[in-house]
């Protein structure tokens, strides 16, 4: 007790003690005397701070004046040793207590004190040598903590003084390197370093920087630092390659790198690599570095570093310089437009599609070698006084800060007149149902009874046909013709391109548009490879004779003709026939495929495989969507530009969800960096690579590099991949290449996976896509795109996805694809197959045609509700009463991850289990399930056949380019001029690059307060019910992640679905709901990648997330009982199931993002960490940037009455 008493009295004695020597300071610096007891003063804080931290924090408390007196004290007092008191008192404060200290001495003026001390201090001759290096400590430790601190040390004359210091100091260390600390904060300015450049800066830098040398090592890595940051400058970049600089660093690095043995003088490596790096953003320090062989001795010196993570800042800079170095190639093809055009109806005077037009004929041939690389920092060689406050503010550009134009206000856009031709497409408004044969004549009370009619129908992926969604990734494998005599190569693999609705016609444009690949038929022999072969794609037509041997040409399409047979003539001891006719026309056999050219399993599963039909539609739960002759007369009917005539396996057989879960792979540490290294040695020894197809049956390559095509009327828009692959040998590693992706970086760096899809698994009764693939990375490769043929975007490189396959079976024939396909025919079939199994007592289902696409595809409209008790007034009235919930997906054709999300959605609101029925009691659903039709039938990635991102259209809509868009809106354009708002309207869309499913929606007072405004400030009254269904989702949906959702809008967004439809026609709900390609990092799937059972869940999830919704909103009108509402999660879980199979001749598909930004925007920071090995490779590419605002989602800060309303919705809805 006493010890306690006796600290505590001791403390008090120390605080009132560093309190009276500040006052009494104080009041000496006010009468600027007695500097004897000046010095006595200052040396007595000086040693208070230096021994007790407690003063130090004191001094630098907030309130505390002890900064105001110190910084007035050296002001005033021109006594040297009391200066150099106070300097090492605020050496001691900003050392101790990091940045926030040194912000503290910033926000009192120090800056501009200490400037001012040191070119007084400079004009003593010869200076103070202790004075110099106190002042320039502090300097060096407060200059990055003040934006202004360059503008302000130029117009203080600061910078020739600390220049001539370290000039006439040489070695002097002590004093030479806290300048050279001074030096690189200058420098991060750029004018500034311009004016040190012309005083001979570089120069001088060369002057302490060299071979290794034990001594003085901190001083060379200071040096490195600061040359690194001067080199930024273009100016000082020059300079340095005319004086032969560059040559000098590459034989430092080389001398450092042998003695450096036991890696202690990592930062000096780094800090020459630095360097290395900052003068080679220029072209001439480019040449000079290839010159000069830097590329091979990087490349030496980084293969000889161990693969451990100590070394990965050398390899990873050394990557990033060669791979930056070595010239730019355009992709081995004639030109980088679309293999395919077509013609539109109105040409659009401005736009991606005018501009592409309007570009001379050879400029996408040119690759664009100016000095502003990727990874550069554009500097200003002109003086601008506020550069960092635009660096500032850059966050925040992209979003919308002007409250007038945030704030909803209901446009007419068209007139009701215009609007009228919408009526037919609302006969629910005008139905009496007087013809209808209704459940009931007798009119009653509206209430739920809790009884189901029918059996429960659980939505299920069950078996469904995983369309080939959109794809026509055309630039893949030639199809040459090959003599038969080449066929006999054993194991080679072939490679084709399948495309989007169907397999993609074979496109003589492209045969030698493919780099480094070995590509042969398969090897089969006798009759059986004839069957194998010709059965490698199910053709709509006859096969020309001459590609009957096996080799994958295609055939277009005609409409008129009769289709393909295939038979199975051969009599099969454990089946009755395969002689199913499948197609009309030229019979082939398919006997032999099922007998004999499939390995049949040994076990029990025998028997599974005696037909196709009975493999492939199997389902124990759940209806069957999948019809294969259904699919095949849908596709006869479907309109392509490249007159698509085949049809891919997994889109004819279908897809069901593997037994098994799939986790997110774990990338074993260094897969990227070998990679890069293979990439780099590549370009070194180009000898060894030979850009043409080459048919060497000696040595085979089993290594393909493929080019995804852009979308029609376009020159860009790749990353959905779906292409097909025969002719492989088990037990052998193939590699594949994809590389002309445009994306800055992918889930595939994060544990994605792609799908594969083996029709001998699928013939086993394991017909589904599962993920697949080992040795997988993503990065920025040597190809790249002129600025012009880019559209003036900055990004022009390409990247590439890289990974490694074994193949289990002998002559498969596999598929590969992005995502999991869901093409345009799949979705006509499923809901032809819905339509005919509903109740129509029950269900009021009903299909129109919203409108034709460019190319004459009908875009189909649902409407689905309950039907109405009886037609006597009480339950009519009640039928059209029911407030809209409209629904719309696939407005990008790769995202085809929304299509099963929305497949989910259908299915739900179809079955006949009691929550489903009271949904539709208590809504009419619009859904517009395929916004893009002609982008997904021709394998888009992106765009329509205007070749324009139509989720950018709705704010001005031209009915003859965007018709889909033009009729959507007008849908809802009609509801609200009926006064018929839809309470909640829902794009379904798909993300690349984050994990989970969420939501992005619209919010007034969330989006002033991410803004540099302060949101209390402004006064805001908003409603906060658009909160309230994602986070019913993030209770109910395993996959759904409230964090992740953001309610900002953007400027970059403002003519999205979501922002027109709430701030145009005012539904105050409008979301776009975004669901991973790749898993979940959180919840009951955590680690696990997603499939299109989970995917099916959350649109059924999505369901019940509005059944709720409803009751928060009218509790007393709707009263089902909780228990329900609960009762169904179990039966959606119980219904929906999730495993893996093994696949070479490669077919082209397509498909992928809503977060495709213009170029106005920023970039998003990644979702979750690099891996510790990754390159640096991110340039960010202009054409494909995110806002990732929903990282501060989280953060926003909810009013008190929006934590009322959190609580009793929890309390009300969340009992489970």
């Known amino acids: 007790m006493s010890k306690l008493k006796v600290i505590s009295e001791k403390s008090v004695t120390n605080n009132s003690r560093i309190v009276g020597l500040l006052a009494q300071l104080e009041k000496i610096s006010t009468e600027s005397s007695e500097s004897d007891t000046a010095r006595y003063v200052t040396s007595k804080i000086l040693h208070l701070v230096q021994s007790q931290e407690k003063t130090r924090r004191e001094m630098t408390a907030k309130g505390s004046t002890a900064v105001d007196v110190l910084l007035s ?94 000039k006439q100091n040489l070695q002097n260390h002590r004093l030479v390197l806290p300048c050279l600390q001074l ?49 930024k400058s273009k100016t000082n970049a020059r300079r340095a390659v005319d004086r032969g600089y560059v040559q000098v660093l590459l034989t430092i690095y080389i001398d450092w790198h042998r003695h450096d043995n036991r890696h202690r003088n990592m930062l000096i490596r780094k800090g020459i690599l630095q360097s290395l790096k900052s003068v080679t953003n220029i072209k001439l320090g480019r040449k000079a570095f290839i010159n000069a062989n830097g590329m091979k001795i990087l490349y030496n010196t980084s293969q000889e570093c161990l693969a451990v993570r100590t070394l990965d800042p050398l390899v990873n800079t050394s990557s990033l310089i060669m791979r930056k170095c070595f010239p730019k190639n355009r992709l081995p093809l004639p030109t980088i437009k679309s293999s395919f055009h077509f013609q539109l109806p109105v040409m659009p005077v401005s736009g991606p599609v005018a501009q592409l037009y309007s570009l001379p004929p050879e400029v996408d041939d040119v690759v664009d070698e100016s000095d502003d690389n990727d990874d550069i920092d554009l500097e200003a060689e002109n003086e601008i006084e506020n550069e960092d406050d635009l660096d500032r503010n850059f966050k925040n550009d992209d979003i919308e800060t002007d409250i007038n134009k945030l704030k909803p206000q209901q446009i007419p856009g068209r007139t009701m007149d215009e609007l009228k031709m919408y009526e037919h497409l609302f006969p629910e408004l005008v139905d009496d149902f007087q013809d209808y044969d209704l459940i009931s004549k007798e009119p009653k009370p509206f209430a739920f009874d809790g009884k189901v009619h029918g059996p429960i129908v659980v939505p299920t992926a069950g078996e469904e046909a995983s369309g080939s969604v959109s794809s026509v990734r055309t630039r893949v494998a030639p199809k040459e013709k090959v003599p038969p005599e080449r066929e006999a190569g054993e194991g080679k693999l072939a490679l084709a391109g399948t495309a989007g609705e169907d397999i993609r016609k074979s496109d003589r444009a492209l045969q030698q548009q493919l780099e480094g690949q070995s590509r042969t038929v398969p090897s089969t022999s006798g009759v059986n490879s004839d069957i194998v072969k010709a059965l490698d794609r199910i053709t709509l037509q006859n096969i020309p004779s001459q590609t009957a041997s096996g080799l994958t040409a295609g055939t277009k399409k005609d409409c008129g003709l009769p289709l393909t047979v295939f038979t199975c003539t051969k009599a099969c001891p454990h089946m009755a026939t395969c002689g199913n006719v499948l197609f009309e026309g030229r019979t082939v056999q398919l006997g032999k495929l099922c007998c004999t050219g499939v390995e049949t399993e040994d076990d029990e599963d025998t028997e599974s495989n005696s037909s196709v039909e009975q493999a492939s539609v199997e389902v124990p739960d759940g209806p069957t969507l999948h019809d294969s002759d259904l699919y095949i007369e849908i596709v006869k009917n479907t309109k392509s530009v490249p007159e698509y005539s085949e049809v891919a396996y997994p889109d004819y057989f279908g897809h069901i969800p593997p037994p098994f879960k ?343 007072k969330e989006t002033v307060w991410h803004t540099s405004e302060n949101a209390t400030s402004c006064d805001v009254v908003e409603d906060m019910g658009y909160r309230t269904l994602p986070k019913i989702l993030s209770h109910i949906a395993p996959a759904f992640c409230m964090s992740s959702c953001s309610f900002v809008v953007e400027k970059s967004k403002e003519s999205t679905a979501r922002v027109v439809v709430w701030r145009e026609i005012g539904v105050q709900r409008s979301y776009t709901m975004e669901s991973t390609l790749c898993g979940c990092d959180q919840g009951k799937y955590k680690g696990l990648q997603i499939g299109t059972r989970e995917l099916e869940e959350m649109g059924a999830r999505f369901c019940v997330g509005l059944l709720r919704l409803k009751r928060l909103m009218s509790p007393l009108e709707y009263s089902l009982p909780s228990s329900l509402l609960d009762f169904e999660s179990d039966l959606i879980e119980s219904g929906c199931k999730v495993t893996r199979p093994s696949y070479l001749e490669v077919f082209v598909l397509s498909e992928d993002c809503e977060n495709q930004m213009s170029p106005t925007t920023y970039v998003m920071d990644e979702d979750e960490p690099r891996f510790l090995e990754e390159v640096d490779y991110s340039a960010e590419s202009n054409d494909e940037l995110d806002i990732e605002l929903a990282e501060n989602a989280g953060d926003y800060e909810p009013s008190a009455q929006e934590e009322v309303l959190s609580d009793s919705e929890l309390s009300r809805t969340y009992l489970s």
């Open 73 to 166: 004290t050296l002001e005033n007092m021109k006594d040297l040793q009391t200066t150099l008191n106070v300097l090492s008192i605020l050496v001691e404060l900003v050392s101790a207590g990091g940045g926030r200290k040194a912000s503290f001495l910033v926000a009192k003026g120090g800056s501009q004190i200490l400037l001012q001390l040191l070119v007084n201090a400079s004009r003593e001759s010869p200076p103070h040598e202790e004075l110099m290096v106190q002042v320039h400590s502090v300097l060096a430790k407060i200059g990055p903590k003040d934006k202004k601190f360059g503008v302000k040390a130029r117009i203080n004359g600061a910078l020739n003084i600390t220049l001539n210091l370290v």
């Open 183 to 231: 030096l690189r904060v200058y420098s991060a300015n750029s004018v500034n370093s311009v004016t040190l450049g012309k005083n001979g800066v570089v120069e001088l830098m060369f002057k302490i920087v060299g071979p290794f040398s034990k001594k003085n090592s901190g001083l060379m890595k200071v040096a490195l630092d600061t040359l690194a940051a001067l080199l």
């Open 662 to 1004: 799939e986790p997110i792979l774990e990338r074993p540490y260094g897969v990227q960096r070998t990679k890069i290294a293979q990439d780099i040695e590549r370009l070194i020894y180009q000898s060894d690579i030979i850009d043409r197809v080459v048919y060497d049956l000696d040595n085979p390559k089993n290594e393909y590099d493929l080019i995804l095509n852009s979308d029609i009327n376009s020159n860009h828009y790749h990353q959905w991949f779906y292409f097909e692959v025969s002719g492989m040998r088990p037990g052998v590693a193939y590699r594949f290449n994809i590389i002309n992706c445009e994306k800055s970086n992918s889930q595939f760096n994060y544990g994605m996976q792609p799908l594969m899809y083996s029709v001998q698994e699928a013939l086993n009764a394991r017909p589904w896509w599962i993920r697949m693939g080992t040795d997988i990375c993503y990065y920025k490769n040597h190809f790249s795109r002129s600025s012009v043929a880019a559209g003036g975007q900055k990004g022009k490189s390409y990247y590439t996805i890289t990974f490694t396959v074994n193949f289990p079976h002998k002559d498969d024939v596999c598929y590969f694809a992005y995502h999991y396909p869901y093409t345009y025919s799949t979705l006509q079939m499923h809901l032809q197959k819905l339509e005919s199994a509903h109740n129509p007592q029950q269900i009021y289902f009903r299909k129109d045609v919203l409108c034709e696409t460019l190319s004459g595809n009908s875009c189909p409209l649902v409407t689905i509700t309950a039907m109405p008790e009886s037609n006597y007034y009480e339950h009519i009235c009640q039928f059209r009463n029911r407030p809209y919930v409209f629904l719309s997906a696939r407005v990008h054709p790769g995202e085809t991850n929304a299509s099963w999300v929305m497949k989910g959605t259908l299915e739900y609101l179809m079955s006949n289990n009691p929550t489903a029925q009271s949904l539709r009691e208590s809504y009419i659903f619009k859904i517009v399930p395929m916004l893009n039709p002609d982008g997904v039938i021709n394998g888009n990635h992106r765009c329509s056949l205007s070749g324009e991102d139509l989720n950018r259209q709705w704010q001005s809509p031209n009915p003859d380019l965007h018709p889909t868009i033009y009729h959507a809106k007008g849908l809802l354009q009609y509801l609200a001029a009926v006064k018929r708002l839809p309470l909640v309207y829902c794009d379904y869309h798909g993300h690349s690059r984050k994990k989970n499913v969420f939501m992005y929606g619209c919010s007034v």
